[in-house]
Each structure stands twice: as C-alpha cells, then as structure tokens.
Nanobody, 124 residues
Framework: QVQVVESGGGLVQAGGSLRLSCVASGRTFSNYAMGWFRQAPGKERECVAA????????YYGDSVKGRFTISRDNAKYTVYLQMNSLKPEDTAVYYC?????????????????WGQGTQVTVSS
C-alpha cells in the first residue's frame, strides 16, 4: 500500500516563500516519478511540477516556471517543492502524487497515489 503524506503548507505574504515536503512510502521510491498538483476553489486540479525517478528530468507549469523548484531525495523517500515569489493566485490546496511510471509527466492520469493535500494561502 503506497502512502503519500505532504507537509509544509501555511499562510504567507505575497513575495514570500514556502517549502512543501512529501514522503511516499510502500514501494521503491526511486523507481517512480513524483508530481505536485494544486487545486483552487472552483478550478480543476493542475500539475505545477513533476520529476522523474532519478531527478534528472523536471517539468513545470507555465504559471510557476522560474519561481517553483521540484527536487527529490531518494534516500529519504521525499520530494520537495520550493515555492518562491509567491502570488495570491498561488493560493490552493497542494497535493503530492506518486507516479505510475518512472518518467515525469504533467498528466494527472499518470499518477495513482495521492496525499491528503496541504493548504497554501498567499495574502496580498
């Protein structure tokens, strides 16, 4: 049974930074891609960043490029999302997800295991 647990959300002022962490257990972490998604009220869940099994291939959504950085530590079964220069429009519930495959993808159907989500609120 794969378990995904996020942490690190909170309230921050515009221009500030937050770092989200996610631990995925229950299978060999280093074999699979990981992704960070977010969902704002009334909007569809969107992928903001994805990383392949090795950390060598990274993808970002257009709205976060240059501000967010995804990384992983396979020894710790952990993936991170460093969020800088936060904007009010980044406010959402952020979800970590474990991929079905080793390749990175922005497609939601390539992810099979989800965390409970962590709220990120950016005030103006």
């Amino acid at each position: 049974q794969v378990q995904v647990v996020e942490s690190g959300g909170g309230l921050v002022q515009a221009g500030g930074s937050l770092r989200l962490s996610c631990v995925a257990s229950g299978r060999t972490f280093s074999n699979y891609a990981m992704g960070w998604f977010r969902q704002a009220p009334g909007k569809e869940r969107e992928c903001v960043a994805a990383i392949d099994y090795s950390g060598g291939n990274l993808y970002y959504g257009d709205s976060v490029k240059g501000r967010f950085t995804i990384s992983r530590d396979n020894a710790k079964y952990t993936v991170y999302l460093q969020m800088n220069s936060l904007k009010p429009e980044d406010t959402a519930v952020y979800y970590c997800s474990a991929g079905r495959y080793g390749r990175a993808s922005m497609k939601i159907d390539e992810y099979g295991y989800w965390g409970q989500g962590t709220q990120v609120t950016v005030s103006s």
